[in-house]
């Protein structure tokens, strides 16, 4: 694990020392991973709505077809055999 310095004004820092005492972290690092992860979690939620809205936004839906499942069913396969070094 590598260390990341922070510079912050005395009053974020009270207020982190703060959250850390409060919320039950270990330590001042400890907080700033869960704000890490929080923000890593926020933005893959904002991800999958844009991504959803574009789905929704991109035209009238079409029924699948068996052809339709196949391809998909057939390019699962191709990246599962070429994960796995067999393609």
Do not use: C, H
């Not at 704000?35 to 574009?54: C, F, G, P, S």
């Not at 789905?55 to 052809?67: I, K, P, V």
């Amino acid at each position: 694990m590598t260390s990341i310095n922070i510079s912050l004004p005395d009053t974020m820092r009270a207020y982190v020392e703060e959250q850390v005492a409060q919320g039950g972290y270990s330590s001042v690092s400890e907080y700033f991973r869960e704000l890490v992860r929080q923000d890593q979690k926020q933005r893959a939620k904002e991800r999958l709505e844009t991504m959803l809205l574009e789905g929704l936004n991109s035209g009238d839906a079409t029924e699948m077809t068996t052809q339709d499942w196949e391809d998909i069913r057939q390019a699962v396969r191709e990246r599962i055999s070429k994960r796995q070094g067999t393609v």
